[in-house]
């Protein structure tokens, strides 16, 4: 089987997510695996801007946001630390992580796969979102080495975790 070198979609670059060229088998992106969210920024989106077949998780976010939730979780714990200790540079990397993981969840709760070019406009079209989702994310997006963005982005994880188990209930309720 052979690898994919597959480069950063410009809808996928913004502030923060560089260009960048990342090498993908075509058995791990066929099936979902949260692992290749814990080694790179959107990888199935970069997947499916590129034209490249693979498994879409903004189809079948009932089964893969509760372990983009978990990932979250394992990412929080290391931010705590970091910021508990001071390190907000040593934070950065995780926070970068942690807002794809957000920005993921998300876009793939709406059943569409991410977008952070003009992030702004492609946010307020969704139909699912945080209150003021924009100015908060803006806010993470412009300091996410701060403590306080790593404070706002929990708080957006929570709600958009409180949404998302609604909309199943919901779902669970009418079928």
Not at 29 to 40: A, G, N
Not at 58 to 67: E, G, L, R, T
Not at 157 to 175: H, T, V
């Amino acid at each position: 089987m052979t690898n994919l070198i597959l480069t950063t979609p410009d809808i996928l670059i913004d502030s923060i997510f560089s260009a960048e060229k990342i090498e993908l088998s075509r058995a791990e992106i066929s099936v979902w695996t949260k692992e290749l969210l814990v080694h790179h920024y959107f990888p199935y989106d970069t997947c499916f801007y590129n034209g490249i077949e693979c498994f879409t998780p903004w189809n079948h976010a009932d089964s893969v946001i509760p372990d983009l939730i978990s990932v979250w979780g394992s990412e929080r714990k290391t931010l705590d630390d970091f910021f508990s200790n001071r390190q907000s540079q040593k934070a950065l990397i995780h926070m970068k992580r942690a807002i794809s993981l957000w920005i993921s969840a998300l876009f793939w709760l709406n059943g569409r796969p991410a977008g952070i070019q003009n992030w702004p406009k492609l946010v307020s079209e969704l139909t699912l979102l945080p209150i003021n989702a924009v100015e908060r994310l803006s806010f993470v997006l412009e300091r996410p080495a701060l403590f306080h963005s790593y404070k706002q982005l929990t708080i957006l994880f929570n709600e958009l975790e409180k949404m998302f188990y609604k909309e199943l209930a919901i779902k669970k309720r009418l079928s």
